[in-house]
């Protein structure tokens, strides 16, 4: 009984953050959680923000070509307007949404929603980056995943911008950003200067 209540189908309101760098494997821990919510017969939505155009408009699509339905949408307002009878509300690259988004995520999750939402925790320059840290502070759930090092091997924390680019928001992939340790990163960094 404690297992069936426990189980995909049975879970209360509650917001679940999966954060980390580029490559740390946040949209594939999304599209997992998603797709198990699925298979419990809850009806599920997923958002991401439309300036999010790199692979699809329609999809959230990992670096593994692993993809999922998706809703593009312009704010985070917007969510609430389209979440109404969803069991589960899943949210992509939300370092990218307004800071309103810390509100409508405690209003699903009030409202008995399961709120999961994937986003960078730091920008190239290891800044917290838009509504994710505040998203950690009220989460039931913050789970930090971590990419591998591409110098040395190490987990890597932060991802570390390979163009001469100083705007917060360049979408790109392998060619613009690598996963770097904080000793790598330290290094890559004082280079530059
Ligand atoms: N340096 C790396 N460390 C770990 N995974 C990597 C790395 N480079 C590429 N990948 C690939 O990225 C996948 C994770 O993609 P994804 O879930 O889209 O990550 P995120 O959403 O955090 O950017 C991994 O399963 C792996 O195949
Ligand atoms: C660090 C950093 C990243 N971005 C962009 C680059 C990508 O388009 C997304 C992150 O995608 P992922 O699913 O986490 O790999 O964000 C940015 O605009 N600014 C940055 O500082
Ligand atoms: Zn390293």
Redesign the pocket.
């Known amino acids: 009984m404690t297992e069936i209540l426990n189980g995909e189908a049975h879970r209360p309101g509650r917001i679940e953050v999966v954060c980390g760098s580029?490559?740390s494997g946040?949209?594939e821990e999304l599209i997992r959680r998603m797709k198990r919510a699925n298979f419990a017969r809850q009806k599920v939505e997923i958002f991401k923000p439309a300036i999010?155009t790199?692979y699809s408009e329609d999809n959230v699509v990992s670096?593994d070509q692993n993809s999922i339905r998706s809703t593009p949408i312009e704010s985070s307002g917007s969510i609430l307007l389209l979440a109404s009878d969803i069991d589960v509300v899943g949210i992509d690259?939300a370092q990218f949404l307004d800071n309103g988004l810390v509100e409508v995520c405690n209003e699903l999750a009030n409202r008995g929603v399961r709120v999961i939402v994937a986003g960078?925790d730091m920008?190239?320059k290891g800044v917290p980056?838009g509504p994710i840290p505040a998203l950690c502070a009220i989460a039931d759930e913050v789970t930090k995943v971590h990419a591998i090092c591409v110098k040395c091997g190490a987990l890597a924390y932060v991802?570390h911008?390979l163009v001469a680019n100083d705007k917060?928001?360049?979408?790109?992939e392998q060619d613009?950003?690598e996963p770097l340790c904080r000793d790598c990163y330290q290094k890559a960094i004082s280079q530059e200067k």
Not at 168 to 172: A, D, K, W
Request: proline letters at 0%; aromatic letters at 20%; glycine letters at 4%.
């Open positions: 580029m490559f946040k949209t999010d790199r670096h690259e960078l920008d190239f980056f991802s911008r917060r928001v360049l979408l790109g613009e950003y």
